[in-house]
C-alpha cells in the first residue's frame, strides 16, 4: 500500500505494529483522544446532571405525574394552563416583582457607592475593602438567624426596636405582621448585607480599569465631584453597570434561602411573600409530589428568565463593547 | 493621584468619606458581633428587656453544651459540610480545571459545539432545575446520601468556562519549552500549567467551598435524614423550629461560619482577584 518514497518520512505499519493505547496517548498528535480524556469527564457529567433533569423536567411537564416520575397520563399543556391559571403561582411572580423592585436598585447603589469609596480611600482601603466583602463567606441561613432572632425579632428587647425606642417609637413586630408590610424591609436588608461587597468587588474591578488621563481631561476642563461622577465614571462603568443589574435580577428571581428561613417556622410557611422557588418546592416536593404541575412551573420560570436576560441584554446592551 | 495641591475642600471630602465608610463598616460588622454575642451569652442576657452591647458575663460552657446535646447533630453535620466541601471542591478544580485546559489548547474538529453546549447550561437558572434532579437523584436511589449531595455539584460549568477563559491567556511559550522535551498534553498540564497557576486554582478553589459550604436548596431537598443533614440545615431546622435554645443556635451559627471567615481572612487577595478576573464585568 504505502509507497518506499513515504515509509522513510512516516512510519509505517510494519515500523509499529501493536498500537497500544499508551503509544497513542504518547504520541502528541492523537489530539482527539486527548480532547476526551480533558473535556470527557465534565462533558458526561453535564449530559447526565443537567440535561437528563432538564429533558426530564419537559417531559413531567406534560404528564400527570403526582407521586410518580414514570407518569402514563399525558395531558399536553394542562399543566402549563393550570399553573398560569393558579393564583398562588401568579402571586409568586407577584412577589418576585416586588422583592426585585426593592433589592436591585438599593443593592446597586450601595455596592455603588461602597466602591466609590473604597477606591478613592487613600489609606486603610484593603481593610474598608475586607470588611464590606466579608459578608461573602456569609450563609443566607446564618444571616436569617441574626436577622430574625437578634435584629428585627419583633419584642421590645429586639435591637431594631431598641433603636426605634430610643426615638419614643412603638415596637414593631417585623416578621408576623402583613399590614404594614415590614417583612420586606428585613427581606432585602439581610440579602443586601449579603450580597453588596460582591458587587462593590465587581465596581471597583470596572473603576480600576478607567484610565487616570480621563479624570485629568476632565479637571483641565474644570470638571469636580458629581460632574465627574456623571460625565467620566458613569459612562465608564455601562459595562460593569449592565452585568451587575442582570447578575441581581437573576439571583433574585432564584431568591429561597432568606424566604424559607425568614417566614417559615414550626413547619408553616405563609401564605403571602412566596418567591416563584419557595412556591415550587412547595408544589413539588411537598405532600402532593406533583412533578408535572412543579416542572411545569420550572418551564415557564425558565423561558421568563431568558427572558429577561435577553431584553436586557438588548436594551442595555449587554456585552457591547464600550471603546 | 492629582494630589499637586490640596484644597480644604478636598481635605473636608476626605474627611466626610471617611465618616461615611466607618460607619458603613461598623453596620457590616455588627451582625457578626451579634452572632458571637449572643453566642456567649446566657438565654435571659439575650432576652434582656433593656438591650445591652456587652452581656454580662461570657458562657464559654455554652460551646461543650452544644456539642454534648444529643437533639442537635452538630457534631455530624460539620463533618458532613467538611466532607462535602472538601471533595467537591477538589472534584470541581480537577474536572473544570482539565476541561477548561483542553477546550483552550486541544484543538478537536468539534470544540466550539462542546463549548456551546457547556455555555448553553450557564442560561439556564440552576436553582430552577431542583425538581428535576431531585426526581434524578432519588431514581438512582441517592436521597439522603453523601454520593446524592456531592455528585450533582461536581460538574460547574462556570467554573469551567472560568478556567477556559484563563488558559486562552496563560503564555504559550512555557507550554511550547515543555512540549520540546517530548511531553504530551497531560504532563504539560500537570508539570507546567498547574503550578503556574496557583493563584487562579486558589481563587475557583475558594469561591468553590464558600458557594458548597452555604448550599442550602438541594440538601434541603435531597437529605431529608438527620444522617445527612449539612451544618446549614441543621441550623435552619432549628431556627424554624417552635422552642430554640437561642445561645445554642447563636454558637453554633458561630461554628458554621468559623472556617469561611478564616479562609476568607488568608485567601481573600485570590479571591477578589478571581472575582475580578471572572470577565463579568469586562
Known amino acids: 500500500m504505502s509507497a518506499p518514497a513515504t515509509s522513510r518520512t512516516r512510519p509505517t505499519a510494519e515500523d509499529r505494529p501493536p498500537v497500544s493505547l499508551t503509544t497513542r496517548l504518547r504520541g502528541r498528535y492523537d489530539r482527539n483522544l486527548w480532547f476526551a480524556i480533558f473535556v470527557g469527564p465534565f462533558v458526561l457529567g453535564l449530559a447526565v446532571f443537567v440535561y437528563v433533569p432538564i429533558v426530564w423536567s419537559v417531559v413531567l411537564s406534560f404528564f400527570d405525574a403526582r407521586n410518580t416520575v414514570t407518569p402514563t397520563d399525558f395531558v399536553g399543556l394542562g399543566n402549563y394552563l393550570d399553573m398560569l391559571r393558579d393564583s398562588a403561582f401568579r402571586s409568586s411572580l407577584l412577589t418576585f416583582v416586588v422583592f426585585a423592585l426593592f433589592i436591585v436598585p438599593t443593592t446597586f447603589v450601595v455596592s455603588l457607592g461602597l466602591a466609590l469609596l473604597v477606591h478613592r480611600a487613600r489609606f486603610a482601603r484593603t481593610f474598608f475593602r475586607s470588611v464590606f466583602f466579608l459578608p461573602t463567606a456569609c450563609s443566607y441561613v446564618v444571616a436569617s438567624l441574626i436577622w430574625k432572632l437578634s435584629i428585627f425579632n419583633g419584642v421590645r428587647f429586639g435591637l431594631a426596636n431598641t433603636v426605634l425606642g430610643w426615638f419614643g417609637l412603638e415596637p414593631v413586630a417585623w416578621l408576623s405582621v402583613t399590614q404594614p408590610p415590614w417583612y420586606w424591609l428585613v427581606l432585602v436588608t439581610a440579602r443586601m448585607w449579603l450580597q453588596a461587597g460582591f458587587y462593590m468587588i465587581l465596581f471597583l474591578a470596572g473603576l480600576q480599569r478607567i484610565s487616570p488621563s480621563l479624570y485629568e481631561a476632565a479637571a483641565i476642563d474644570g470638571a469636580t465631584g458629581w460632574r465627574v461622577l456623571r460625565y467620566v465614571t458613569l459612562p465608564q462603568l455601562r459595562a460593569t453597570s449592565t452585568a451587575v443589574l442582570l447578575l441581581l435580577l437573576i439571583n433574585a428571581f432564584q431568591a429561597f434561602d432568606e424566604f424559607y428561613n425568614l417566614l417559615s417556622s414550626s413547619g408553616q410557611y405563609p401564605p403571602y411573600a412566596r418567591p416563584p422557588l419557595v412556591y415550587l418546592y412547595y408544589a413539588a416536593l411537598g405532600q402532593g409530589q406533583d412533578f408535572g404541575h412543579g416542572s411545569a412551573g420550572a418551564v415557564i420560570l425558565t423561558l421568563m428568565i431568558a427572558l429577561i436576560a435577553l431584553a436586557q441584554g438588548r436594551f442595555l446592551g449587554l456585552g457591547r463593547r464600550d471603546d | ?282
Open chain 2, 1 to 282: 493621584m492629582a494630589g499637586i495641591q490640596r484644597s480644604s475642600a478636598d481635605r473636608t471630602g476626605s474627611v466626610i468619606r471617611y465618616v461615611v465608610l466607618a460607619i458603613g463598616a461598623l453596620l457590616f460588622l455588627l451582625p457578626f458581633y451579634l452572632l458571637v454575642r449572643n453566642g456567649l451569652s446566657t438565654e435571659q442576657d439575650i432576652t434582656s428587656p433593656s438591650w445591652k452591647l456587652f452581656p454580662s458575663s461570657l458562657q464559654w460552657s455554652n460551646l461543650p453544651d452544644l456539642f454534648r446535646d444529643p437533639t442537635v447533630p452538630m457534631a455530624r453535620s460539620l463533618l458532613n459540610s467538611l466532607v462535602i466541601s472538601v471533595i467537591q471542591t477538589i472534584g470541581v478544580l480537577v474536572i473544570s480545571g482539565l476541561a477548561g485546559y483542553g477546550l483552550a489548547r486541544i484543538p478537536f474538529r468539534y470544540a466550539n459545539a462542546v463549548f456551546y453546549f457547556i455555555l448553553a447550561t450557564l442560561l439556564i437558572p440552576a436553582a430552577v432545575t431542583f425538581v428535576p434532579s431531585f426526581v434524578l437523584v432519588s431514581t438512582l436511589g441517592w436521597v439522603s446520601t453523601l454520593r446524592g449531595l456531592i455528585v450533582p455539584g461536581l460538574f460547574q460549568a462556570f467554573a469551567t468556562f472560568l478556567f477556559r477563559q484563563y488558559f486562552l491567556g496563560f503564555p504559550r511559550e512555557l507550554e511550547e519549552a515543555a512540549q520540546l522535551d517530548g511531553t504530551a498534553y497531560w504532563g504539560t498540564f500537570w508539570r507546567i500549567v498547574v503550578p503556574n497557576s496557583k493563584g487562579f486554582v486558589a481563587a475557583i478553589g475558594t469561591i468553590t467551598f464558600i458557594g458548597s459550604w452555604n448550599a442550602f436548596l438541594w440538601p434541603l431537598v435531597i437529605a431529608p435524614d438527620q444522617d445527612a443533614w449539612t451544618v446549614q440545615i441543621a441550623l435552619s431546622t432549628f431556627l424554624t423550629a417552635q422552642t430554640i435554645n437561642l445561645p445554642q443556635l447563636f454558637i453554633a451559627a458561630t461554628i458554621a461560619i468559623l472556617p469561611l471567615v478564616v479562609m476568607f481572612v488568608f485567601l481573600q487577595r485570590w479571591i477578589v482577584q478571581g472575582v475580578e478576573r471572572s470577565g463579568i464585568s469586562e
